[in-house]
């Protein structure tokens, strides 16, 4: 088992920034890869930004050259910060670890945080 809590959200501008992070705890050396989705209302959760444990990256086209996903303890936190906020960044955002103990392959949610963006 792995438990995920996400802090940083709040009410931005257009333009500024957030950091978001995500401190794991439980079964961590379980943790192969963590990542950042979010989902706006009536919009299915898309990912947004992830990291494995070999320290490679990947984000959406969106928010390439704006967000940046990085962690700290090996993978018991995680932080996306997030610069030049746009309006469309509003959305619940979740953070999400992927496990793999022997074969199962398991993914845990954080209970989200709101970013909302004003313009």
């Known amino acids: 088992q792995v438990q995920l809590v996400e802090s940083g959200g709040g009410l931005v501008q257009a333009g500024g920034s957030l950091r978001l992070s995500c401190a794991a705890s439980?079964?961590?050396?379980?943790?192969?890869?963590m990542g950042w989705y979010r989902q706006a209302p009536g919009k299915q959760r898309e990912l947004v930004a992830r990291?494995?444990?070999?320290?490679?990256?990947n984000y959406a086209d969106s928010v390439q050259g704006r967000f940046t996903i990085s962690r700290t303890n090996g993978m018991n936190t995680v932080h996306l910060q997030m610069n030049s906020l746009k309006p469309e960044d509003t959305a619940v955002y979740y953070c999400?670890?992927?496990?793999?103990?022997?074969?199962?392959?398991?993914?845990?949610w954080g209970q989200g945080t709101q970013v909302t963006v004003s313009s």
């Open positions: 439980g079964d961590i050396f379980s943790i192969n890869a």
């Open positions: 999400n670890a992927e496990t793999l103990r022997y074969t199962v392959h398991l993914n845990y």
């Open positions: 990291i494995t444990s070999g320290g490679s990256t």
